[in-house]
């Protein structure tokens, strides 16, 4: 069922776009969300049921897309499709284990993903991150500062993650990936220049949640200038946050002005949070939206 979600949405990819495909994927996490936080945590692998259609979950559809999505960028495009097609001739009408699937992905790449599925499909829970990103001038350094803050337990681990981080200044890019693999990691990343902005996983390659506490400009530049919806929708949600004079007006321009819908109803929920007059007539202002 993991797979048969995920495919629905790689065709979302093919016939309307990244922006879609990442938005649905985006509310694939927000429902097993939903049900791990309020309801009940599991492995995507069990044996604990009281009858087999209590495994037919938000864990098993949405978690399990998404699974099925980090190991397709884990491996990259080419591996996951060989792979794919191998365990599919070999298994085809036939019965399979999730190791089964696990082997054919690490045939075709040559990556060792016992890690990876014990973490993601045998253990249950996601990384929930807090941060904080700042600015050395001294130095001349983006410091980075993750934690993992789920609580652990016999179902719960702590992940090794691996995140991208993306500084940017006008058209200049720092991009690198920092791996965050116990409770805590301090990154210091030497830019070059000194960023109008710093984005954590822009193209939200990895379940999780994640707050990160960053200047307000960098928000507002985020909301403005990066090029995934994602980013652009989760800096609308932090400027709200923020209580930074600037927020209304600017959640009001991508109210009217952003070219995803999605960024536009992030930015029309983030104005319903803050709840001004000014907030009020901003989202007046974008009540005739075609979408």
Known sequence: EGFATYFDLLWKEESKGRDEFHWAL??????????????????????????????????????????????????????????LNAYLVAHGEGHVETSDWRRALEDASGIDLRTMFEQWVESGGHPEIRGDASWDPEKGEVVLKLSQTQKTDATTPLFDVSLPIRSSQGERRHEETVRLTGKEGVYRLKTGFRPERVVVDPGGGVLKTLGLDRPPEWIRSQLRHEDEALARAQAASDLADSGHPAAVPDLGRALLEDEFWGVRQAAAQALGKIRSTGARDALLAGISDDH
């Open 26 to 83: 985006r509310a694939e996490a927000v429902g097993y969300f939903r049900e791990d936080s309020a309801r009940y945590r599991r492995s995507i692998v069990t044996q604990k049921r009281n009858a087999p259609i209590d495994i037919f979950d938000s864990h098993l559809y949405n978690k399990g897309a998404w699974v099925v999505h980090m190991l397709r960028l884990r491996v990259g495009e080419a591996s996951f499709r060989k792979a």
